[in-house]
């Protein structure tokens, strides 16, 4: 079992960065892809970034792409979404999960709003 605890969500200007961190605990998730989510009101969880077991490949979504920056620390067993020039069309709530996604592994997310 995998449980995966994000972190790091809050209120922020337009223009801001944030920080977000995914701890993982239990079974290990060293060697698997890991991705961030997001989840914005009335819309579908869609995948942001994404990055292999040992940072050599990275994704993001046309959206993020040039602003958010993903990377881990496998000896952590902690995965990063730093995120700057934070946009209004940011806000959502931020979650992490082996890529693609195993349901029984989601949590809880961390809310992030960003004001224009």
């Known amino acids: 079992q995998v449980q995966l605890v994000e972190s790091g969500g809050g209120l922020v200007q337009a223009g801001g960065s944030l920080r977000l961190s995914c701890a993982t605990s239990g079974r290990t998730v060293t060697y698997s892809v890991m991705g961030w ?17 040992n940072s050599d490949i990275t994704y993001y979504a046309d959206s ?11 000896a952590k067993n902690t995965v ?11 806000t959502a709530v ?16 961390t809310l992030v709003t960003v004001s224009s």
């Open 37 to 53: 989510f997001r989840q914005a009101p009335g819309k579908e969880r869609i995948l942001v970034a994404r990055i292999s077991w």
């Open 64 to 74: 993020v792409k040039g602003r958010f920056t993903i990377s881990r620390d496998n």
């Open 80 to 90: 990063y979404l730093q995120m700057n020039s934070l946009k209004p069309e940011d």
């Open 94 to 109: 931020y979650y992490c999960n082996r890529a693609p996604p195993l349901p029984e592994y989601w949590g809880k997310g």
